[in-house]
C-alpha cells in the first residue's frame, strides 16, 4: 500500500543515518554543516570605535567652536581624556578615547586652523561603533546544525577561530539498471536508450555537496545487481531507478532484500513516481527512483534532497516553500497527489506544459514545483500556491505544509 508524501518524509527523516564529523580549516569550510555551537571569545567589535572620519566631542560642545589638537588613527591605543571645549579628530575604526560622548563627521564641521565649530544637533552616541553591538563575548554566533558560507567563514575568522568540526562528505553511489539503458559515450543501437538518470543523479547530488561514483550499467541478472551492490555499500546513501516494477527483469528490490535491506516504505502516493522505495542496510540508505527521467527527478527532488539534509545534520533539514501566485490557469486530472514543474519569474509561476513522466526537457526548464492534493482539479489564474524551488535551497527547521489545496 502506497503512504502519503508526509509520512515518507517523516520516515526518511527517522531512519536516516547523521554521518560522523571531521575537523577542518575553516577556509575549506564553505557548503559544509558546523557540528559544534561557536561560542565568542571577546567582543566584536572588541572595543567602542569610530563609524566616521569625525571628531570626538562632548554633546554639551554642540554649536559652539572649539579647540582641536589630538588625533587618533586605526590601530592606535589612546591615553588621552577628551574634555568640555576640546574635540579629537579621529579615523574610521580608530579607539573612542575616554570622555567621548560622539563622533561628529568631518563633512558636518567647520574647520578654521586648529579650532572647530560644531553643528547644534549632536546625538549621544552618534557616529560610535560599541563593543559587542555585532557579536558579544558569550554568545553562540554559529549554531551546531548550521550551513555555512563564505559569510559564515568571516565570523569565525574575526573570533580567531582556524578550525571548526563539520559533517563529513556524504558518500552517495549511483546504481544504474536495464540492460537496454547504455552510458551516453557509447554507440546505441535503435533498441536501446541512453541512460540519462545517472549521470543526473551524479551531478545533482554534486550540487548538493556529496562525494558521488557511478556504479556501471547493471545488466538484468539478480547475480549482477547483487554483485554491483556489494561494492558500494560502504556508500552512505545509494541511488538508483527502474527495475522496480512487476516485470520479468525486474530484480533490484529482490537484490536488495537479499543483501539484508530493511524496507521502510515500497510506494507512494504520488504522481508521477509511485514506485519510490526507501530502505537501509545498516548505516546506508537506499533510494529506488522511478525509471522514467521526469519522475526520478521529482522524487529526487523531495525525497533525496531530504535524505542529504538530514544525513548532513543539518538542523533545517525541513523542505520550505514560496508561496506565490500561479500564472494561468491550469486543469488537470485529480485523484492522486501530483507534482507540477514550472518556471518562476518572481512573482508567479508557470506550469511547464507538455510535462510527462518519460521526458528529460522539462527539468532543465523547471525552477519549482507544486504539489497539488488528490482533491485539486483546477487551478485558476491568480490562484495561491506553494513552490519548492529546485534552483536554489529554501529550508525550514520545522515541518511545513507543502501542498496546493484548491
Known sequence: MAINITEALETIYNKCTTVSTEIIPIEMAVGRVAREECIANFNLPRFNNSAMDGYAVKIEDAGKSII??????????????????????IMTGAPIPDGCEAVVPIEDVFIEKDRVTLPSNIKNYSCIRTAGEDIEKGSIFIKDGELLNAYSIA?????????????????????????????????????????????????????????????????????????????????DLIITSGGASVGDKDFTKEAFTNLGMQTHFSKVDIKPGKPTTFGTISKTSIINLAGNPLASMVNYEIFVRAVVRKMSGRADYYHNTVTTKIENDFSFRGGKYSAILGTFNGSSFKPLKPQLPGMVSPMQKADGFIIITAQTEVLKKADEVKMIPIKWEFTSFKMEDIFTDI
Open 68 to 89: 582641536c589638537s589630538d588625533v587618533i588613527y586605526a590601530g592606535d591605543n589612546p591615553k588621552m581624556t577628551l574634555t568640555i571645549g576640546n574635540a579629537i579628530k
Open 155 to 235: 565570523s569565525l575568522a574575526s573570533q580567531g577561530i582556524t578550525h571548526i568540526k563539520v559533517s563529513r562528505t556524504i558518500k552517495v553511489a549511483i546504481l544504474g539498471t536495464g540492460d537496454e539503458l547504455r552510458p551516453h559515450f557509447e554507440k546505441i543501437q535503435e533498441h536501446q536508450l541512453y541512460n540519462s538518470n545517472s549521470p543526473m543523479f551524479l551531478t545533482r547530488s554534486q550540487e548538493l555537496g556529496c562525494d558521488t561514483r557511478v556504479i556501471n550499467t547493471s545488466a538484468d541478472t539478480l547475480k549482477d545487481l547483487e554483485e554491483s551492490i556489494t561494492s558500494i555499500l560502504d556508500a
